[in-house]
């Protein structure tokens, strides 16, 4: 059984920060990319930023020089440092992890539950 248990959402004014974090926790044999997604209401699930288990990243162009993703591999959990927010990054923030939960078990996507992440005056 995998896990991902996400925090850090909330609640923040224009131009505030915010940091997710998302720890994958049960049986995990490798885990390989992790990365936040987000949802807005009427909107399509889109891909915020992903880190791979060797530390390459890539953004979503709207929040390059604002967020930064990082990884503690010890801890099996991802960070989403968010700065200068603006009201359109309010979404659903789902965490996602590639990986193998045991010796012969196929790599798969899980998800986490999510967490909103609202910015507003």
């Known amino acids: 059984q995998v896990q991902l248990v996400e925090s850090g959402g909330g609640s923040v004014q224009p131009g505030g920060s915010l940091r997710l974090s998302c720890a994958a926790r049960?049986?995990?044999?490798?885990?390989?990319?992790m990365g936040w997604y987000r949802q807005a209401p009427g909107k399509q699930r889109e891909l915020v930023a992903r880190?791979?288990?060797?530390?390459?990243?890539n953004y979503l162009d709207s929040v390059k020089g604002r967020f930064t993703i990082s990884r503690d591999n010890a801890k099996n959990t991802v960070y989403l440092q968010m700065n200068s927010l603006k009201p359109e990054d309010t979404a659903v923030y789902y965490c996602n992890a590639d990986l193998e939960s045991t010796a012969i078990t196929s790599r798969r996507g899980y998800w986490g539950q999510g967490t909103q992440v609202t910015v507003s005056s």
């Open positions: 880190i791979t288990s060797g530390g390459s990243t």
């Open positions: 049960g049986s995990i044999f490798r885990l390989y990319a």
